[in-house]
């Protein structure tokens, strides 16, 4: 890198909100961009798991050493997520794998620290847990066990998670949790086609391991513009997307859905949320959560995930330390029970609009 780039981004981007690379064509957003910002990137409308596809080719085209795998990736995907990929690269950079999510997480973590872009899929996040191993003892430390000789910071692992409708038990889990407390891990969850692929562009360039989340829900149901060129969007930044004045809500992921919702639904009793998606859980943004909540003085957090030991609860207790001469009533958090995710019950399990919204008059009128 020449020292012209250097100073430029030093300088430069602090007072940018982009900037792009003229030899790659890449547009890197530093900040949140607001939709006049999108409204200069040509668009298409299109769905979630297609800007997957979109970004995973950009990524292939551009990169020689990324190579795309998993459990039925070869063929397209369960999600088709990979769809017409190995037609079009070959199979040595887009193949399927055996069914082990610990071979399929060690070979990434090999495969990154080597120097090839590792972009492995476990077919379903509820199956993680068998790699579990790789990723927190060997994926996290391997830069600072190795003094810097070597990291796997190119690897990113793709994994569809929450509730669809139908799951039940094993097919509906968030176990994004599990991973946040582990240092050396970068966990991303979009929260539509839009964010899937301006986040996993960026996801797989970082230089840390990440683990992107992704809503399987949405894979169909979100459709929006999309902008057709490579970009990537901040890592570690939330975005608000709604102003209020009353209460603040943070969710992530698909379950942002329920939150608007609910602040439509308060919006009809007077009362003005304002909705913030974290997107990163690790590195979350404890500035844009605590700015809004000195404004509102109120705090609910949201997600799927058991409520005990789920990141909501960390959120609750960084806020807390952060704001507390500026709450008006106590945190809040409306999340999954403390059961296994249920199947016919799902409905009940799930802690939607109607269970916010109890929350948010509960606050209001404290």
């Known amino acids: 890198m020449s020292v012209t780039l250097k100073l430029f981004q030093k300088h430069i981007l602090k007072k940018r909100i982009c900037f792009t690379n003229k030899r ?3 547009t890197v957003f530093t900040e949140i961009p607001t939709q006049a910002d999108y409204d200069k990137m040509p668009s298409e409308k299109t769905n979630m798991f297609s800007a ?5 080719t950009i990524q292939l085209k551009k990169d020689d050493t ?3 795998f998993g459990e039925d990736v070869g063929f397209g995907g369960v999600f088709r997520c990979t769809d017409g ?17 610990q071979g399929i997480a060690g070979f990434a973590i ?3 620290n080597v120097g090839h872009t590792a972009i492995g899929e476990i077919q379903f996040a509820d199956y993680i847990f068998p790699a579990f191993d790789q990723l927190v003892n060997e994926a996290a430390k391997c830069r600072y066990r190795s003094g810097g000789m070597w990291d796997c910071g190119s690897m990113t692992i793709r994994t569809p998670c929450n509730a669809v409708g139908h799951g039940g038990v094993y097919h509906s889990q968030s176990p994004e949790a599990y991973f946040a407390h582990c240092p050396g ?11 899937a692929k301006g986040l996993l562009l960026a996801s797989i360039r970082e230089p840390d391991p990440v683990i992107f989340f992704e809503p399987k829900r949405l894979y169909r149901a979100s459709v929006e513009e999309v902008p057709v060129e490579d970009y990537q969007l901040p890592i570690g930044k939330a975005e608000v997307i709604r102003q209020g004045s009353d209460i603040t809500i943070v969710a992530w992921g698909a379950h942002l859905e329920h939150v608007t919702k609910c602040a439509d639904a308060a919006q009809e009793l007077g009362i003005s949320v304002e909705i913030i998606d974290l997107q990163s859980i690790i590195p979350w943004d404890v500035e844009t959560v605590a700015e809004s909540v000195r404004k509102t003085g109120k705090l609910i957090i949201t997600h799927e995930a058991p409520v005990t030991g789920g990141f909501a609860a960390e959120i609750s207790s960084k806020i807390q330390e952060r704001c507390f001469l500026n709450l008006e009533a106590p945190i809040s958090r409306v999340c999954g029970y403390d059961t296994p995710f249920p199947l016919i019950f799902e409905k009940f399990y799930i802690p939607d609009w109607r269970k916010q919204l109890e929350c948010v008059k509960k606050l209001v009128n404290y």
């Open 66 to 68: 990324a190579v795309v």
């Open 185 to 195: 891990l970068k966990l991303v969850i979009p929260r539509g086609a839009k964010q």
């Open 24 to 26: 790659n064509f890449t």
């Open 52 to 56: 997957i596809v979109d970004a995973l």
């Open 85 to 101: 990929m190995q037609e079009k690269f070959g199979k040595d950079r887009v193949f399927s794998t055996p069914l082990s999510e």
């Open 110 to 112: 090999g495969l990154a």
